[in-house]
């Protein structure tokens, strides 16, 4: 079994070194890390419409790792020539878990302005401020704005439990409305980007949009829009080449094409959310306009994008299955609710079904596929079977689907398996799961870059199979609509 030769689990980056992080290097023998640029400006071109166009993210990886006959490369990501000159696209892909784990660790890499990897939007997109996930962590302000979002997850628990749960009854509703009108069923997405909307701005920033028609009405559509604008030239979006290598790939997209929305948005946080604002002000010590442009960035790009992109996967996995899941997580939750008392943060946690599957889902789906961080100095990094030396400055480039396939630590990698992560050799599986940026046994905290939210987010997929499976006894669909739903007898 994978896992029985599994490698030391990476710890949070704080108490991480590279020689923790799994065998000594020693043991391994030292390669020259193999790829290459290719001739400047034909190199980074050749491989952006590789990456966009002939081969895709995942081919793009697959074969070059094949090719090269190993996780760590040299190579080149997008965006790139002709009119993104300023963005540098050399990177060094990291493939395998043991690789990828050398991103979490704050003494070697710097994570400054990387998020996206060299090409960072302009900051016109954030009122002009480095937002918290933009910093490092050896800048001040990241522990301000880090404690700062924790502390509003810790305190708003108790409204996160009852806005998801009546956001919920009214998406369900209007999936319900819409069956029972057509026989294609529901195209939900636009109704659940409603719902994770006005449920996250109220839980996060205590802002309810019904006070402002407009917001109610477009808030989640001005998001899309200030989202899609900022990281279309990283994005493969696959509808027309060479249209889109032309058009979306080519250049960054002023600011002022979402200036008006964002306003907006800014105007409804700053006169709605007066509780959390003083927070930021009065106990972090932060201006108005950084607590503001911080927690638009928060709900808008963190929490909003990242549930956007997961909670389709999540649902389409369940709606689609067809190897009886649904009626074993449907006699889970209802036996542990019936017992308990009712849905919530304590009842879901007793769900290992339901959990484990919201773990294979970030597995196999993670929402965030590419991470990025710089190396600070020159340092030895190892995959499973060679060590690589690394030059201060580069940047290095995880790319998650693969690395959340590396057949080391899971078996039948491939495969949608619910049970994964239940049990004892299950829990310890955790240690390599990475989709927030670090291990999901690990601690986000101020001296490392793991999702503030790591927890809320797999607790509140849980709690959202919990409430299906307590509404309904059956449903059909995909990921991106519903076609039948049963009601619980
Ligand atoms: C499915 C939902 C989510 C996903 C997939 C996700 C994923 C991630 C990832 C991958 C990172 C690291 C980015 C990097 O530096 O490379 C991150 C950072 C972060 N996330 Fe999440 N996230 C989600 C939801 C949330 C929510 C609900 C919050 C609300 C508080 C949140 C707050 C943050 C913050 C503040 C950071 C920056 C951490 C730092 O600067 O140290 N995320 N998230």
Sequence with gaps: MASS???????????????????????????????????PLVGPLSDRLDYFWFQGPDKFFKSRSEKYKSTVFRTNIPPAFPFLGNVNPNIVAVLDVKSFSYLFDMDLVDKRDVLIGDFRPSLDFYGGIRVGV???????????????TMEILKRSSEVWLRELLSNLDNFWETVESDIAKSDDGSSYLIGLQRCIFNFLSIALTGANPSASPDIAENGWKMIDKWLAIQV???TKIGILQPLEEIFLHSWAYPFFLVAGDYQKLYNFIDENAGDVLRLGEKEY??????????????????????????????????????SGLQERLRTEVRKVCESGSGLNF???????????????????????????ARARNDFKISSHDAVYEVKKGELLCGYQPL??????????????????????????????????????TGKPSESNKQCAAKDMVTITAALIIANLFLRYDQITGDAGSIKTVVKAK
């Design 403 to 440: 690395v959340m396939r590396d057949a080391n630590i899971f078996d039948d990698p491939e495969e949608f398996k619910p049970d994964r992560f239940v049990g004892k050799t299950g829990s310890e599986l955790l240690n390599y799961l990475f989709w927030s940026n670090g291990p999901q």
């Design 5 to 39: 030769s599994l490698p030391q689990p990476p710890l949070p980056s704080s108490n991480l070194t590279s020689q923790q992080s799994s065998s000594p290097p020693s043991q391994l023998p030292i390669r020259k890390m193999p790829g290459s640029y290719g001739l």
């Design 134 to 148: 933009y910093l490092d962590t050896t800048e001040p302000k990241h522990a301000k704005v880090k404690s700062f």
């Design 285 to 322: 010590g932060l201006t108005r306009e950084e607590t503001v442009h911080n927690l638009l960035f928060v709900l808008g790009f963190n929490a909003y994008g990242g549930f956007s992109v997961f909670l389709p996967s999540l649902i389409g996995r369940i709606a689609g299955d067809s």
């Design 232 to 234: 279309i030239p990283t």
């Design 346 to 372: 304590r009842t879901v946690n007793e769900m290992e079904l339901v959990k484990s599957v919201v773990y294979e889902t970030l597995r196999l789906n993670p929402p965030v596929p590419l991470q990025y």
